[in-house]
Structure formats: C-alpha cells, structure tokens
DNA sequence: TGCTGATCATGC
DNA sequence: GCATGATCAGCA
C-alpha cells in the first residue's frame, strides 16, 4: 500500500509513471493476482490502480483524494480510443430533502476534478494484456459545467416531483440516471407524485459515452 | 452493435 | 442497504 500523494503534481506524475505499462505489470507491482475477466471482478481494475496511485482503500464517501480535491476514474476504451462503458459518479439519494443547487450537490463535488486514467478495455484483449494510457486532469470548463448542471437538474426536479419511476436511462444529455445495485430486487425509498414513501430500485448518476468521449478528445487533441 | 437495465465483489 | 470500484449481457 503507498502513502497518499501529497500535492496534484505528485499523483499526475505517479499516472504518467505507470502510462504505457500493462495491466499485469502493475498487478506485479502491488502483488495482485490477474483475473482471466471481469466479469466477477468489475471493480478490479479501478482499485488496483487505486493501490499504485495511493488512494485510501475502502468504502468512504467524497473524493479519492480528499487532500488534493481529486476524484479518480478509470475509463475504459477501445481501438479508437473512445470510451466503451459509461462512467459511474455517485447514488442519487432519492428521498426529500433534494439538494437545492447543483454546486452543492454530491455530483459537483465528486466531478470537479477529474484524474481520468485511460485503459485499454476492449473484451478480446487478455486482461492482463491491457495497457494504461496516459493520464489527464480534468475540470468541467463552463459549456460542461452547465450542461451536468442542466441535466442535474432536471433529474431532481422529476425526483422530487414523485416521479423517478419514469426517468429512463435516455433522460439527460450527458449524464443519465440508472439503475445502480445488487441486482433488480433491491430496493430504496423514494416518494410518489402524492408524497406517499414507496420503495424502488436505488439508481446512481453515470456520464455518457458521448461526453467523456468529448472530454477524451479535447484532452488529446 | 450501441445502449439500457441488470449485475458482481466487498466492507460495514 | 449504501457506498466503493465498475462491467455484463441481451434486446431494439
């Protein structure tokens, strides 16, 4: 386990060390067995490059890097170097009280500065073949910020209007609600048009493809 | 074949 | 169940 970076500059610099390296390298760094595929071990590629970078290990609440306000994200893509898999940023508490302004909400917080961390994710590459692309820091510029601001919401507004049973994962220009659970019986409370506490299936907030491909684009020209 | 809804592992 | 880390999988 490595000491937590100590300034912005340190955590960039240790990404950029490992940029270019194979996933197997890094596993063998930190003395991590390499699953043959993720599908019993999704998480596993993000927290083995927690462990390299130094993130505190474990389930806590706010940013990766509490210190240094940074959030870290992995992002897989492809060939093209666009990204396969949405990006997952928090639960949506689906209970009143509603955060009033998206500047105080868990969303803005977590995504004000970004780590993103490319790698190599397409199925027909061994796991342990895969390799990190260079790092970048991220913050939203104002066009981004307004545009999460905007579709943020809009979520709310349906949510605490009763109404999250009808928000689909096609809400939202560049991030959506989804389901974001066990499995399709698990369930949270939340209200109906009435007020009346009913029970549904938790949901989080992912950004889509399109716009951290955006993102990726702008990042490398 | 891209995308939405569903799902997996883990700690507390 | 919630929060961490996400990807899977099947259907339109």
Redesign the pocket.
Known sequence: MKSAPKSINELLSRATDIAGLTLAHVAELNHAPVPK???????W???L??AELGATA?????Q?FQEIGVE???I?INQNGKPI??T?V??C?LMPPFTASFEDSVVFKKIQRVLWVPIE?D?DIPVRDRRIGTPFLWQPDQNEFLLLKQDWEEIIELISLGKVETI???YGEVM?L????????????TIDEFGKIIQV??RGFYL???FTSRILAKAFG
């Open positions: 595929d993720l599908k019993r071990d999704k998480g590629v993000g927290q490059i927690e474990g389930s806590k609440a706010e990766d870290l994200k992995t897989p898999e949405t997952f928090t639960f508490s994710g199925r689909t994962a096609r959506q989804r389901p974001k659970a066990a499995n399709s019986k698990a369930l949270t409370e299936n938790p889509k493809t399109s």
